[in-house]
Every structure is written in structure tokens, then in C-alpha cells.
T-cell receptor, first 113, second 113 residues
Framework: DAGITQSPRHKVTETGTPVTLRCHQT?????MYWYRQDPGHGLRLIHY???????DKGEVSDGYSVSRSKTEDFLLTLESATSSQTSVYFC????????????FGSGTRLTVV | KQEVTQIPAALSVPEGENLVLNCSFT??????LQWFRQDPGKGLTSLLL?????REQTSGRLNASLDKSSGRSTLYIAASQPGDSATYLC????????????FGKGTHLIIQP
């Protein structure tokens, strides 16, 4: 989607290695989110941010950390990747916490072997 | 806790038919409802956003209605085309922060040429 990009688009990594996914937005939206999508579970919130250096946990935050040092960038880090973290990861942004809807990125497909 | 259900889970129809996708939610205290489209291996594309004060929204061949009191929304697709084949997701924003967005599991739509 224009205005929000995720990198990398695909990644294969080994169990136990650290991995960082990046979300970049050009919309200057305050809120940013990381979701994972898995068959049978749908979309689940991992972490979110409501401003620079302001973050909080979502439903499935164990094993993940995030950082937001600039309005436009939101990083998701898997400190020590496990096979259960194989998933498709989506970043989303919203202007006012969801009142005006959400915009999603194209996703990162992560495989942990 | 808000729950969102989409019926049917899958649908296959011939090209040219008008069709209706259904979304129901358990708690009528919502801010808005958003319909997304997801193509295989791709991100979520926002189709329509209906605020709680609105009854419907239209975009091209798509029309979404909202009956907040009964906890229902429908997505109407007119004159379906093979390019409409995708998974359609309904998401309800109930407020209360990032956890306030609840997704349905989607309707997988196939339009037969």
C-alpha cells in the first residue's frame, strides 16, 4: 500500500537467530501496529505504538520486542527466533487509534527453520 | 469480548452474479466497521469503512451496509468478475485502544469465469 512499506518481504532464518522486521510509513500517523496472520487464528495483535518511544503489548507479545525511535519507523524484533514464529507479519497504521480505520502493509513472510 | 463472524466461510459463484457477504458482531457498541480484501500472499486492502453513525458506504460495484443495533453488516458485490476472487475480511473497531480491533476469519470468494 502506498504510504506504508514493510521490509524484507520474505525471510528465511534459523532457529535461535535474532530477526528484525521493519515498517516504514509516510503518512505521519501516530499509531502503528504489528500483527501476525496464521491459518486458523486469523490476525492477532503482537505490539503497537501510540507515539515515538510509546509502545505496548498485544495479545501475542511473548518472544517479540518493538521499538519506535521515529514517527515513521516501527521495528519488530524476534530476539531468538523459534519455529512457532513462522508466520506472515503485517504492519498497520491508523491516524487516531482506529476511529478513521486502518491501513495495512503488504506483509513479511517469515520462515524459521 | 467482541466476536466477529463471517458467513459463508467460502463461496464459489459464476461470473456476473450479484452476491452478498455477511458479517455479524456480538457487541453493538462499535466505532466503525471496515471491509478488507486479501489476495493470496498479499496484504490487506481496505475496501470500505463505515462509521457507526452511517448506514452504508459505496465504492464502484461494492456496497456495504451496517445495522449496528442488530450487529450485522453486509458487503454487496454487483456483477461479479473473476478479478473479485479473494478473501474478504470484516473488522470491527470497538474503541479502548489497539485491542479494540477485532477481525472475522474471512470469506474466501471464487468467481468462476
Amino acid at each position: 500500500d502506498a504510504g506504508i512499506t514493510q521490509s524484507p518481504r520474505h525471510k528465511v532464518t534459523e532457529t535461535g537467530t535474532p530477526v528484525t522486521l521493519r515498517c516504514h510509513q509516510t503518512e505521519n500517523h501516530r499509531y502503528m501496529y504489528w500483527y501476525r496472520q496464521d491459518p486458523g487464528h486469523g490476525l492477532r495483535l503482537i505490539h503497537y505504538s501510540y507515539g515515538v518511544k510509546d509502545t505496548d503489548k498485544g495479545e501475542v507479545s511473548d518472544g517479540y520486542s518493538v521499538s519506535r525511535s521515529k514517527t515513521e519507523d516501527f521495528l519488530l524484533t524476534l530476539e531468538s527466533a523459534t519455529s512457532s514464529q513462522t508466520s506472515v507479519y503485517f504492519c498497520a497504521i491508523s491516524e487516531d487509534g482506529g476511529v478513521y480505520g486502518y491501513t495495512f502493509g503488504s506483509g513479511t513472510r517469515l520462515t524459521v527453520v | 469480548k467482541q466476536e466477529v463472524t463471517q458467513i459463508p466461510a467460502a463461496l464459489s459463484v459464476p461470473e456476473g452474479e450479484n452476491l452478498v457477504l455477511n458479517c455479524s458482531f456480538t457487541d453493538s457498541a462499535i466505532y466503525n466497521l471496515q471491509w478488507f480484501r486479501q489476495d493470496p500472499g498479499k496484504g490487506l486492502t481496505s475496501l470500505l469503512l463505515i462509521q457507526s453513525s452511517q448506514r452504508e458506504q459505496t465504492s464502484g460495484r461494492l456496497n456495504a451496509s451496517l445495522d449496528k443495533s442488530s450487529g450485522r453488516s453486509t458487503l454487496y458485490i454487483a456483477a461479479s468478475q473473476p478479478g473479485d476472487s479473494a478473501t474478504y475480511l470484516c473488522a470491527v473497531y470497538s474503541g479502548g485502544g489497539a485491542d479494540g480491533l477485532t477481525f472475522g476469519k474471512g470469506t474466501h470468494l471464487i468467481i468462476q469465469p
